[in-house]
């Protein structure tokens, strides 16, 4: 009787354990579809509908979603051969980001720029849409996909046909009164306004001028319009090209630039770029962070952008390169997490900087014996990680 008593306890178990495994907490979103799986939406651990399923879903499947398109299903006016695109949904993790992102449009939107897509909060309220750029082309159709993810700490939404700039909290820091906008880099962003067109192709955005009114000018992280020079007045000065050059963009308290200089002379940091990290330590070039954004209520963190500066032999001022690092520094604590938002659809998340930075260096440390095996860098970086894995396991040793 025993061995089948323990079967039947093993059972019994595991079965247990797999439902406490799906159970859903009341409180955690996830993403459902409606009866054919054509459409998504957003549900909570309650069952609770807190996003119609409305929108479009993607399984890969051109010939599919073009189909939906055809018979009315994809929100898109049919003359202009778009069809949205986006990554696919998973329907069994709970979404942890503080924005949704939904590919594609609900209801038909009349408007001279046409959104990729919408954008909620977790209480299912509609924040902003998001514009697009073209990811490929088939049968005739353009697939449209949202280009929605937030570059030094900021992204481009849609009103009534113009331009504006979101934080990462959705909030809708600079109006949207511009034809047009690229992203943010090195503090300034590019703007269009009086009247122009955008031509979208695989891989490329052209923007042409309508009129004589038509003007593109470069504006600050808080809107303001900058002139560019055609001297460096600093070494500091970025070089934008042209001849052109515009100012040092930032400013700070002294606390501020106590904050920017530790995460500058942090050990270690350097290395940690990957297939950058050889051309960087041996071309004399800085890996810089600057603040791009401060703390506000419900966010207290600066927002720590990295790049790769380098001079130029023929004028004194400098590139900035973007890079993909991003810190969180918690304005009271000074508590250090990597950022990760590689793609609006994945879930964003704040890593431990001793965290991040031994995952990191490991793979630098691999890159290095693949790719330049004799290379003096194995040993620096090699001991960087020694220390940061000290500093990991101490901080766990704190954590409560």
């Known amino acids: 009787m025993r061995p089948a008593f323990n079967l039947l306890f093993l059972t019994a178990m595991l079965f247990f354990s797999g439902c406490h495994e799906t159970r859903r907490a009341p409180e955690a979103l996830y993403y459902f579809p409606n009866r054919d799986t054509t459409m998504v939406g957003v549900v909570n651990g309650k069952g609770d509908t807190i996003i ?14 073009i189909a939906m398109q055809k018979a009315g299903r994809v929100f898109y006016r049919t003359d202009t051969a778009l069809i949205p695109y986006g990554e696919p949904y998973s329907f069994e993790m709970p979404i942890l980001s503080d924005l949704l992102l939904f590919p594609g449009l609900s209801a038909p939107v009349a408007t001279s720029q046409e959104p990729a897509g919408e954008v909620y909060n977790r209480e299912g309220r509609f924040c902003y849409y998001t514009p697009g750029y ?114 040092h963009a930032f400013a700070y308290t002294p606390h501020e630039q106590h904050l920017v200089d530790s995460l500058n002379r942090l ?104 790719n330049h095996p004799d290379s003096g860098l194995l040993k620096q970086v090699a001991t960087a990680k020694s220390f940061w894995e000290t500093q990991a396991r101490q901080q766990e040793t704190t954590l409560p």
Not at 338 to 361: E, G, H, T
């Open 134 to 247: 073209i990811r490929y082309e088939e049968e005739g159709y353009r697939f449209f996909a949202p280009d929605a993810d937030f570059q030094e700490g900021f992204a481009r939404y849609i009103e009534n046909g113009k331009t504006g700039f979101v934080d990462i909290s959705g909030n809708k820091r600079l109006p949207a009164r511009w034809d047009f906008a690229e992203m943010f880099h090195y503090g300034y962003a590019k703007v269009y306004g009086g009247g122009w067109r955008r031509e979208l192709a695989v891989g490329n955005i052209s923007y042409i001028p309508l009129s004589d009114t038509a003007y593109s000018w470069y504006i600050t992280l808080n809107g303001t319009r900058v002139i560019p020079h055609t001297k460096a007045n600093s070494p500091n000065d970025y070089y934008i090209g042209n001849g052109l050059y515009l100012p």
């Open 267 to 370: 050990r270690g940091l350097r290395y940690t770029s990957l297939s950058d990290v050889y051309r960087t330590a041996n071309a004399g070039d800085t890996l810089q962070f600057e603040i791009t954004d401060r703390p506000r209520p419900g966010f207290p963190y600066y927002f720590m952008q990295g790049y790769n500066v380098f001079q130029v032999s023929f004028n004194p001022g400098h590139y900035a390169s973007g890079n993909v690092q991003v810190f969180l520094v918690h304005k009271d604590t000074g508590e250090v997490y990597y950022f990760q938002d590689a793609s609006f659809m994945m879930q964003r998340k704040k890593i431990p900087l001793a965290q991040w930075m031994v995952a990191s260096l490991g793979q630098t440390l691999e890159w290095l014996k693949g």
């Open 52 to 65: 119609p399923a409305v929108h479009p879903y993607f399984r890969y499947d051109p010939s599919r979603t």
